[in-house]
């Protein structure tokens, strides 16, 4: 949850909430709600396999640029994942 927030925080986005759930044999999924929208991640390690969702508005303002920047955060974070390497 904390990789999501801090990337999000980085990109220069507002993080309003947040909720996880982990199951009970193995996997998480996340959801970080921003002001401009969502992040929701769902990590499978039994498949090796991490989906992100980025859903980022721009009718306020364009956001498209913090959206990118967060894609790349998330991308080198997640792929550099202990979790998802080995």
Same mark, same amino acid.
């Given at each position: 949850m904390e990789v999501l927030k801090e990337a999000a925080n980085t990109a !220069?986005?507002?993080?309003? !909430?947040e909720l996880a759930f982990a199951f009970q044999s193995q996997g998480v999924s996340a959801v970080v709600l921003l002001s401009e929208s969502h992040i929701a991640l769902h990590f499978c390690p039994e498949e090796n396999q991490v989906t992100i969702d980025l859903h980022i508005c721009g009718y306020q303002e364009d956001n498209l640029a913090k959206a990118?920047?967060?894609?790349?955060i998330l991308t080198k974070k997640i792929s550099?994942?202990?979790y998802i390497n080995n």
């Open positions: !220069g986005l507002s993080v309003v !909430g990118q920047l967060l894609t790349q550099n994942s202990e």
